[in-house]
């Protein structure tokens, strides 16, 4: 983790040049004036308060809001309600922010969002769920989510030997995320022939739906079950809690997002492996990119924070 913060740490926020949305930049070597100039007004809509991996997403902004004083954030909760952060993204539109920025609930349902914000003349940044075909004035911050299955399933493959059966815990159907980090799953699995699904099933992200789908597979499945690769880590730790409660030490399960309760039990040898998704590093960028977007700053419309395999060999590294 220590390398990444150190990246973030040299994110900086500048003025200058017109938006545009070409090839990446050099960094800029100017930092955000504090001259006391009007702030930018900045609204940030979050899917869930009480997602984990959202919260140290909000963390990140915070600290590079933190240390940029013309920099000025509104924080509301979606509560997984497209309606709901609907109507947010209006009132931000309303309030004549000078950038918005969403974590999405629904990536498919996400083009109302960015046409309120769009057609108010206030640039967007999706972070974390990618919406995909953005058009100008729209912008991305996050990781590549088939990455973070295809790194999974690698290390599952060598775990296994190339021979066993495993099962998917995906997380919300409507969710970008959700859908490539399964989609990179089982695009590696094609390599593995002795390597078969069993079961996928969507646990909407949360560690109380793991545990409850991982029950029911110990119970159908019994010592045919040699792994589970969950979406997320939340997930994968209900799974874990599960196969303590049934006296399972075998199953080998992997989770995304390098959680702090994930990178523990990845040290306590209770998580194979975790996939560091670096969740201040992307709430950064997409301070980063809103502010840039806002002051006529040129900004990539994508910016893409790469995952990294985090297992007992390398644990240190993200403590």
Known sequence: MKKLITLLLALVLVLGTTVG?????????????????????????IANFDDTFLT?????????????????LEFVDAKEDMGKQMDQVENF??????????VPVDTSAAGPLTSAAVDAGIPIVYVN????????????????????????????????????????????LDNEASLQRTAGNKEINEQFPGIKLLDEQTGQWQRTEGMRITEDWVNKFGDDLNAILAN????????????????RTDVIVLGVDATADAVAAVEAGDMAATVFQNAKGQGGGAIDAAFKAATGVAVD??????YELITPENIGDYK
């Open 21 to 45: 949305c070409g090839k990446k930049e050099e960094t800029p070597n100017t930092e955000v004036p504090n001259d006391g100039a009007k702030k930018v007004e900045i609204g940030v809509s």
């Open 56 to 72: 140290n997403v909000m963390d990140g902004m915070k600290a590079i809001a933190a240390e940029n004083p013309n920099i000025n």
């Open 93 to 102: 539109a309303i309030q004549q922010k000078d950038a918005i920025i969403v």
């Open 129 to 172: 769920r990618n919406p995909g075909n953005l058009p100008q004035g729209a912008y991305y911050v996050g990781s590549d989510s088939i990455v973070a299955g295809r790194l999974q399933m690698e290390f599952l493959a060598e775990k296994l030997g190339g021979e066993g059966n495993y099962a998917i815990l995906m997380g919300k």
């Open 232 to 247: 997320n880590d939340d997930m994968g730790l209900g799974a874990i809690q599960a196969l303590k409660d049934s006296g």
């Open 301 to 306: 419309q994508e910016v893409w924070i790469p």
